[in-house]
């Protein structure tokens, strides 16, 4: 069906250009919307004389001095038109709007079964056969680039959302739908090009994608979007595992929120060990805290200045000049910290293996808090 504020302003465009007045109605004779260029009152009788009408075999005629005509959606009757007057001029207007109003039906009904198949194809409700066939009739190209982007804002988004990311995206270059409350989905799609085939056409997409991903999240925030995050899946080349690209950027989401919260675009590719770590069953993750910690509890024990100071260590690659001149203290307070914490866990992290199992093992300590939070 078409949404009412797109029929509601093509009627008054019409009925503005041709200066008649104009009423689209259910088959049971209920106005739908309507534009009184000729400032002239419906009948009485308006819904008893559409019923007639409905149950004609004409598919235009004249009722009381006032033109119907039945608007089709393939074979489907879905809407009655009423044309002021009775002379020839309404006539062929009213002829012209019909015809108008038959096609943006047509064209919703075929966004509306794409939009149902990409949702179903996202959430793996389609049989393998229904994937091929369905998409050859609704003309969906099967193996053609594709990847899915997931926009999660962190406050509730409201309705026109995803119209406004449609309108950013543009046509011909994938699909947007939504399967919950809280999330947009954009299917983008790369058809491959004469200079980039194969494996080096997928290495473009997943760059493209990042950097669609980022000039999207700039354009959000500057309609006022606070707080999103855009995650991508991995580019697939057959339409059967679109859903697979979809479940990555949906795991890409979940992973950045526990082990990298200042990144607000992220690929599937780029989570590391993350996304080893987030598959781990949480008694595997207790065992192994306690072969690593022992009595110690790193929440507890730890203070917050050591855990930051280790963590601009690791970012400056175990170098204890580099670090203690980045937090501008001085090196033997660094080597202090670093003693502090040997002595809590029994790891020193100026040693590479030591620092790798430290690594790991707050990385593990996150994602349990992570999921004791949410299972709150």
């Known amino acids: 069906m078409i949404a009412k504020q797109v029929m509601q302003n093509t009627i008054e465009g019409l009925a503005a250009i041709a200066h008649v007045d104009l009423r689209v109605l259910d088959t049971d004779g209920r106005l739908i919307v309507s534009a009184p260029a ?30 119907y005509f039945k608007i089709f959606d393939g074979e489907q009757l879905v809407y009655i038109l009423r044309v002021a007057g009775g002379e020839e001029n309404a006539h062929m207007l009213g002829k012209m709007v019909a015809f108008q109003l038959s096609g943006l039906a047509v064209a919703y009904r075929e966004r509306f079964d794409r939009d149902n198949f990409v949702k179903n194809l996202l959430l793996d409700n389609l049989l393998l056969v229904d994937i091929y066939s369905r998409a050859r009739k609704l003309r969906i190209a099967e193996n053609v680039g594709r990847a899915c982007m997931v926009i999660r804002p962190e406050k509730e988004r409201d309705a026109g959302t995803i119209e ?28 491959e090009t004469e200079e980039e085939s194969g494996e080096e056409a997928e290495i473009a997409a997943a760059q493209t994608l990042k950097e669609e991903a980022g000039a999207l999240l700039e354009k959000l925030t ?13 580019v697939v080349r057959d339409l059967k595992d679109v ?17 990298y919260e200042n990144e607000r675009v992220i690929c599937y590719s780029e989570l590391g060990i993350g996304r080893l770590i987030y598959q781990l069953p949480l008694p595997l993750c207790r065992m192994f805290l306690s072969e690593t910690f022992g009595e110690c509890r790193p929440e507890r024990d730890i ?59 707050m990385m ?10 949410i299972s709150y």
């Open 38 to 67: 000729a400032g002239k009152d419906a009948p009485a009788d308006e819904e008893r004389t559409v019923r007639e009408f409905v149950n004609s075999p004409a598919d235009a005629q004249e009722i009381g001095g006032d033109q």
């Open 164 to 191: 406004m990311i449609r309108g950013m995206i543009g046509s011909g270059r994938g699909f947007v739908t939504e399967i919950d409350e809280n999330d947009v989905i954009i299917v983008r799609e790369f058809p």
């Open 222 to 234: 500057a309609e006022g979007f606070a707080d999103l995050r855009i995650s991508c899946g991995t």
């Open 243 to 259: 859903s697979r690209s979809f479940k990555e950027a949906k795991m890409a989401l979940e992973v950045s929120r526990i082990f």
């Open 303 to 361: 203070d917050q200045e050591i855990i930051d100071t280790v963590d601009v260590f690791f970012e400056n690659s175990l170098n204890v000049s580099e670090t203690s001149r980045k937090l501008f203290i001085h090196r033997n307070t660094l080597v202090y910290r670093l003693d502090k914490l040997q002595k809590i866990t029994g790891l020193d992290v100026r040693v590479f293996e030591d620092a790798m199992t430290y690594r790991i093992a």
């Open 364 to 373: 593990v300590v996150r994602y349990m808090k992570y999921m004791e939070d």
